[in-house]
């Protein structure tokens, strides 16, 4: 899946957003899905999407996945230029 592509999907704009603006925090699908108003189950599959473009981190558990956003500064120096196209102030 394409970076631009991500910007298309409302959920996965949703987590980008969410995860952008809250930069330090690590939360679960449940949580993800609660704090973005989105199934979990359609959260879940997004998220693993997102890992895979490295936009987002998966701490694996044995009981659950925790989820926090990439250290890579010219990677969200991109997607801070994408959201400001998506939602210009």
């Known amino acids: 899946m394409d970076i631009k592509n991500l910007f298309r999907s409302n959920i996965h704009l949703k987590i980008i957003k969410f995860f952008h603006e809250n930069q330090n925090s690590i939360d679960t699908p449940r949580g993800i899905a ?44 991109k997607i801070e230029k994408f959201l400001k196209k998506t939602n210009p102030a």
Request: charged share 30%.
């Open 34 to 77: 609660t704090w973005i108003g989105e199934d979990r189950s359609t959260v879940k599959d997004a998220l693993e999407d997102l890992v895979d473009l490295k936009i987002l981190i998966a701490h694996r558990a044995t009981s659950t996945t925790g989820y926090s956003y990439t250290r890579d500064n010219k990677l969200i120096s």
